[in-house]
């Protein structure tokens, strides 16, 4: 009997009380900062090597094409790396498409801007819309 009583009691005490509620997943966090973080110096250093030989330009470049989907790959988000990949390269290019159209070849007297400097504004234009679109779906 002892035993059958001993057993009861294990049995009550193994049961919670109340029913604990399933925890709920935290909510997801933004992590634009990281981005944004890793492609300042990467444009900075592409913006002051133009006027040089221009090798920091193209590491400046070449990281800017990669930050992006790196911070999305490392946070588990393989479709929004591949998505920022995508848009990093294609943004710029029809900046490039669009701007280099806007100019008129060599820089003349009274000309606004060479098809040269059109397509480099182009390519930041298509760069910002790029990071910005990274930076909103950063989650």
Known sequence: MRSLVAAAIAAFLSVPAHAQPAEEPAPPRWYGWQIAAADAPLLALAATSLDGGGEGA?????????????????????????????????????????????GRGEHEEGDSHTSIEGAAVGALVGYGIALGVDLLIAR
């Open 58 to 102: 193209y590491i400046g470049v070449a990281g800017l094409l990669v930050t992006g989907p790196i911070v999305h790959g490392l946070h588990g988000e393989g479709g929004r790396a591949a998505g920022s990949a995508v848009l990093r390269v294609l943004a710029p290019a029809l900046g490039v498409l669009v701007g280099s159209s806007t």
